[in-house]
């Protein structure tokens, strides 16, 4: 999932740029959620000292503060080497600067004419999705699932578990950053991940990778972000 944060200093325009990516990313079911909409840019840098995913940032350049637009960006870089930068600005003269300040900003949008600013919005939006997409199928697995013709994709890596859930015929996908309940049965998956992924019981399939301590006692699996699951007593010898 990719975070979307939004710095402009300009309450009403700060609202509108939010409410743009809002109907963007719900008419598109766009895998992705604005974290935080601020003006001050201190206030975002902490919040992206934080955060766990990349992230899309749409930052005003002149922000009232003695930290502008392009310093914030030089900054964000250092804790999102990946994230996508787009200013949006009144002054288009600026865009020089981006070289200047080496934060590579995938793209420019003018306030001057509102219009063409929400189609250049949507479009950083789709653009963004795209080349995260890419990027991480290139460099880790991915398991992509698809809920109302929305695609979802979550890292190998960051799946901890699956488990049935109580709604007959779904399952709950147990990540590092969320859960997902989508259609299928344990025995689907099974067949369709690699051998990392083992059924430990009837009603869970788990991650080797992420487990953390497995209870022989209790018959209880521990995940590395806290999280448990039952191991059924055949499955014992296995783990």
Same mark, same amino acid.
């Given at each position: 999932?990719?975070?979307?944060?939004?710095?402009?200093?300009?309450?009403?325009?700060?609202?509108?740029?939010?409410? =743009? /990516?809002?109907? @963007?990313?719900?008419? !598109?079911?766009?895998? *992705?959620?604005?974290?935080?909409?601020? #003006?001050?840019?201190?206030?975002?840098?902490?919040?992206?000292?934080?955060?766990?995913?990349?992230?899309?940032?749409?930052?005003?350049?002149?922000?009232?503060?003695?930290?502008?637009?392009?310093?914030?960006?030089?900054?964000?870089?250092?804790?999102?080497?990946?994230?996508? =930068? /787009?200013?949006? @600005?009144?002054?288009? !003269?600026?865009?020089? *600067?981006?070289?200047?300040?080496?934060? #590579?900003?995938?793209?420019?949008?003018?306030?001057?004419?509102?219009?063409?600013?929400?189609?250049?919005?949507?479009?950083?939006?789709?653009?963004?999705?795209?080349?995260?997409?890419?990027?991480?199928?290139?460099?880790?697995?991915?398991?992509?699932?698809?809920?109302?013709?929305?695609?979802?994709?979550?890292?190998?890596?960051?799946?901890?578990?699956?488990?049935?859930?109580?709604?007959?015929?779904?399952?709950?996908?147990?990540?590092?950053?969320?859960?997902?309940?989508?259609?299928?049965?344990?025995?689907?998956?099974?067949?369709?991940?690699?051998?990392?992924?083992?059924?430990?019981?009837?009603?869970?399939?788990?991650?080797?990778?992420?487990?953390?301590?497995?209870?022989?006692?209790?018959?209880?699996?521990?995940?590395?972000?806290?999280?448990?699951?039952?191991?059924?007593?055949?499955?014992?010898?296995?783990?």
């Amino acid at each position: 999932m990719l975070n979307i944060f939004v710095c402009e200093d300009n309450t009403a325009q700060r609202r509108t740029i939010v409410q =743009i /990516i809002q109907d @963007t990313v719900l008419i !598109e079911e766009l895998d *992705m959620q604005i974290v935080l909409d601020a #003006e001050d840019p201190y206030v975002l840098l902490e919040k992206v000292k934080t955060s766990q995913n990349t992230g899309i940032y749409f930052l005003d350049i002149d922000l009232n503060s003695n930290m502008n637009g392009m310093k914030l960006a030089q900054q964000i870089r250092l804790f999102d080497p990946r994230g996508f =930068i /787009i200013f949006i @600005t009144a002054h288009s !003269e600026l865009s020089y *600067m981006t070289f200047q300040y080496r934060v #590579e900003a995938m793209d420019f949008v003018l306030k001057d004419n509102p219009t063409e600013a929400k189609v250049k919005i949507r479009e950083c939006l789709l653009k963004a999705m795209e080349r995260y997409t890419l990027h991480t199928n290139k460099t880790h697995k991915v398991y992509t699932i698809e809920i109302g013709g929305r695609k979802i994709g979550v890292d190998y890596d960051d799946i901890f578990f699956f488990e049935t859930s109580s709604n007959i015929h779904k399952v709950i996908l147990h990540a590092k950053d969320r859960q997902i309940e989508f259609s299928g049965t344990i025995k689907e998956l099974t067949g369709k991940l690699d051998d990392n992924f083992v059924r430990c019981h009837r009603s869970f399939l788990v991650n080797k990778n992420n487990i953390n301590e497995i209870d022989t006692k209790n018959r209880i699996i521990y995940f590395t972000n806290g999280e448990s699951c039952l191991i059924s007593t055949r499955m014992m010898k296995v783990f």
